[in-house]
């Protein structure tokens, strides 16, 4: 099976790309399992070797990176550029932090001694979204690797560049084989992956409607799995409110990112300003930003 990728500024035809075989997907699964084996008895120097390595090679291929986000996801270069920037800190920041977080921990109980510990679950499943397609998977990524787990990251379909730059990304900074493999599959391919005895955690980022789905598999097959679901708060404008910063406040909050953002205002309320007011201040400043 095949699926296209179009470029979302122009509706040029990108790419097309082939969902793995099934030998091909037994393949993958076959070498995450087996260096998650050995992963989880490195220790947390060497783990941190590989993500500073990793946050490097981020720094490095910056512009490559910074423009296949843009390309495939229509955001501006300047925010591009910034994505791939917090994914090199957050790779620093779990390299410098994770074994102090991961250390175990006494706690207080009426036995003689009580601890919280932490191991490894072995190979993790990444289902991320196409909005931030580095951003969403690093953050996922770097305290997993950290943690001594292997990741598998089933990509948005829309993105199919991006994850595999992430994959070259992880390998030119000298990640063994297996540690974290790009899945090109279909839904009915990740329902199977979800399954899979070797795969022992989910991690999902998108819709409510797939984030049913995934918890149903989860729980039918008694996997963990984090899920962060769509949702947006009220821009809410107050009576003492100042127009000209709320413009302001209002573009950054319904534009940045290209507008893709789970956060991103989309209902304003006001007591003293209808919302179709608002929208036509909005409209009328990014006329004049466009214009300059």
């Known amino acids: 099976m095949q699926f296209e990728t179009r470029n979302p500024a122009s509706g040029e035809l990108l ?8 030998s091909q997907l ?29 946050a490097s090679q981020l720094k490095q291929q910056s512009q490559f990176l910074a423009e296949t986000i843009s390309l495939e996801t229509g955001k501006l270069l300047s925010e591009a550029y910034a994505e791939v920037e917090k994914c090199a800190l957050v790779c ?8 102090q977080m991961l250390e175990p921990k006494l706690i207080q109980t009426t036995a003689q001694r009580s601890l919280v510990s932490y191991y490894p679950w072995g190979v993790v499943l990444a ?40 994959e070259k990304v992880i390998r030119d900074a000298g990640a063994p084989l297996g540690l974290m493999t ?40 008694l996997k963990p799995a984090i899920l962060e679901l769509g949702g947006s708060d009220p821009f809410i404008v107050l009576d003492d409110a100042d127009m000209s910063k709320v413009i302001d406040a209002a573009m950054l909050a319904r534009f940045s990112n290209a507008g893709q953002v789970c956060i991103a205002d989309k209902t304003f309320f006001s007591g003293f300003q209808s919302p179709s007011r608002i929208y036509h201040f909005i409209i009328r400043k990014s006329e004049s930003i466009r214009n300059r």
């Open 26 to 54: 037994e393949q993958h699964l076959s070498e995450a399992e087996l260096v998650a084996t050995t992963w989880r008895k490195t220790s947390f120097s060497e783990r941190a070797s590989l993500l500073n390595a990793i």
């Open 182 to 221: 790009d899945l090109t599959i279909s839904v009915e391919q990740t329902s199977q992956v979800i399954a899979d005895e070797r795969v022992k955690a989910i991690s999902f980022t998108g819709s409510e409607v797939a984030g049913r789905k995934i918890a149903s598999l989860a729980g039918l097959h």
């Open 15 to 22: 790419t097309q790309f082939d969902f793995l075989s099934d």
């Open 127 to 166: 289902i991320m979204p196409w909005n931030f397609p580095l951003w969403q998977v690093f953050r996922c990524l770097a305290p997993a690797l950290m943690s001594g787990n292997a990741l598998l990251l089933k990509h948005a379909p829309n993105v199919p560049r991006c994850a595999r730059a992430i």
């Open 92 to 99: 620093r920041y779990y390299a410098a932090n994770a074994q």
